[in-house]
């Protein structure tokens, strides 16, 4: 075995994202399994460049994980050959005058979504990272859960027969700030700082319709501010004015409709932070992060309408659990090794800057649908 070590420099590894799914549950859980075994005698060591705005942050994160390098400054070590990936989990403002950089320097790059603030800049990075002849990967975790996975085994074995419609639901309440701190960076609040729960959501929403059912073909979304007013994490009060709430309706290729509501401003009724429930001719399920479940027609019960009595079916235990079936690991680190497997081992990789720029379009017309009240087509898009 020949052990290859992969210099990645992981931009953004002090937040919420880059620190606990990319770092420790993605990079440091491959280290903890002895690498990734590319399967013809190559064991790929992925050696992490934590690259950040605040030294002491840094320095405590590479005592916390025993890590040797770290910078301050992303100029010096995209300049740096032995650096072979970028990688960028910092707010969504910052990231595409990152990953342009990365880019021009010859680095692959993965990265969190949204990859950019615009269509128009989403899709010049994945035009010069054509050109440049990198390789690139964004991420689109819901896809690598075992939920969304046990529903794509049902899609993919017919189970459905024609497939009518899609409800999700997503979200949680996110504490204001004031007499319990929030769960949510402030940004996320200020439009102004890449924040809002559109750009946020619908590029999951995006590739999870994509890839299960059918291509978006038209969006109409209300988004809102349901809580005005918040506080930030020095507890200073400020006002939110990005949306913190979107109701969107989705039309999809294929004739199915999808219509999935997001919001951190309600409290769960229900088993997880997202369930979808899908229904077809042929039998209904309803997925969420882990679980999924199912319903045949052969087993669907006849309700008949009546309010006057209380009902005679516990309808939530008409459902029958999928099975796993086999082991699930992390999603974000099922993600990274198909992209370090994509670069260092030719393996195919579709979840590109491109598809990245579709997570990207639908967000911008789905706050275009809002603003101007109406349904509006989402074009395919190309390079
Ligand atoms: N894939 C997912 O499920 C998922 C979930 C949440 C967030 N995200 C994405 O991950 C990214 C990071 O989100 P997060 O929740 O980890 O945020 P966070 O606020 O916890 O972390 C942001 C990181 O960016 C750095 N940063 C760089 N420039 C900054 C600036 N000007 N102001 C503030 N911080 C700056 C911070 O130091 C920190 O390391 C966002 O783009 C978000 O859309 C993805």
């Given at each position: 075995m020949?052990r290859?070590?992969v210099r990645i420099?992981m931009?953004?590894?002090t937040g919420?994202?880059?620190?606990h799914q990319?770092?420790v549950?993605?990079?440091l ?9 590319l399967?013809?005698?190559?064991v790929?060591w992925?050696e992490?460049?934590l690259?950040?705005r605040?030294a002491?942050?840094?320095d405590?994160l590479?005592r916390?994980?025993?890590?040797e390098?770290r910078s301050?400054d992303l100029?010096?070590v995209?300049?740096?050959p032995a650096?072979e ?8 403002s ?10 021009a320097?010859g680095?692959?790059v993965y ?8 269509l ?5 990075l994945?035009?010069?990272a054509?050109?440049k002849?990198?390789?690139?990967g964004v991420?689109?975790?819901?896809l690598?859960?075992p ?11 017919g189970?459905f ?8 639901e ?14 949510r ?5 200020r439009?102004?700082?890449g924040?809002g729960?559109?750009v ?24 809102t501010t349901h809580v005005?007013?918040r506080?930030?994490e ?6 939110v ?7 969107g309706i989705?039309?999809?290729e ?6 999935i509501?997001s ?5 769960v ?8 429930q899908v229904?077809g001719t042929e039998?209904?399920a ?12 052969s ?8 309010p ?5 079916e516990?309808f939530?235990?008409q459902?029958?659990?999928v099975p796993?079936?086999?082991?699930f690991d ?5 993600q990274?090794?198909l ?15 491109l598809?990245g720029?579709?997570g990207?379009?639908?967000a ?8 101007e009240?109406r349904?509006i087509?989402?074009?395919e898009?190309?390079?």
């Amino acid at each position: 075995m020949t052990r290859k070590t992969v210099r990645i420099a992981m931009n953004g590894v002090t937040g919420r994202m880059g620190h606990h799914q990319h770092l420790v549950r993605s990079i440091l859980a491959i280290r903890r399994q002895g690498g990734l075994d590319l399967g013809d005698g190559t064991v790929l060591w992925p050696e992490p460049v934590l690259v950040g705005r605040r030294a002491h942050a840094l320095d405590a994160l590479a005592r916390q994980y025993d890590l040797e390098h770290r910078s301050t400054d992303l100029d010096t070590v995209l300049a740096d050959p032995a650096v072979e990936i970028y990688f960028d989990a910092q707010v969504t403002s910052a990231r595409e005058e990152a990953l342009r950089k990365a880019i021009a320097a010859g680095k692959h790059v993965y990265t969190e979504k949204p990859t950019a603030t615009g269509l128009a800049g989403a899709l010049e990075l994945a035009r010069l990272a054509q050109e440049k002849g990198i390789r690139h990967g964004v991420v689109q975790d819901k896809l690598f859960l075992p939920g969304l996975l046990k529903l794509k085994r049902l899609v993919d074995g017919g189970f459905f027969g024609r497939i009518l419609s899609v409800r999700g639901e997503f979200g949680y309440w996110v504490f204001e700030g004031d007499w319990q701190p929030a769960q949510r960076p402030s940004w996320n609040y200020r439009a102004e700082d890449g924040g809002g729960i559109v750009v946020d959501m619908f590029p999951h929403w995006e590739y999870v319709l994509h890839e299960l059912i059918g291509r978006v073909r038209s969006v109409q979304a209300l988004a809102t501010t349901h809580v005005p007013q918040r506080w930030d994490e020095r507890g200073k009060p400020y006002a939110v004015t990005a949306d913190d709430a979107a109701y969107g309706i989705f039309e999809l290729e294929g004739g199915a409709i999808a219509q999935i509501n997001s919001s951190w401003a309600v409290r769960v009724g229900r088993d997880e932070l997202v369930e979808f429930q899908v229904d077809g001719t042929e039998g209904s399920a309803v997925a969420g992060l882990r679980g999924c479940r199912v319903q045949h027609r052969s087993a669907t019960p006849k309700p008949v309408w009546n309010p006057d009595l209380p009902a005679t079916e516990a309808f939530r235990e008409q459902w029958q659990e999928v099975p796993d079936n086999t082991e699930f690991d992390n999603g974000f680190k099922a993600q990274w090794e198909l992209f370090l497997r994509h670069v260092y081992a030719d393996a195919p990789y579709h979840w590109d800057l491109l598809a990245g720029a579709r997570g990207v379009q639908l967000a911008e017309l789905g706050l275009r649908s809002s603003a101007e009240g109406r349904r509006i087509d989402v074009p395919e898009i190309a390079l």
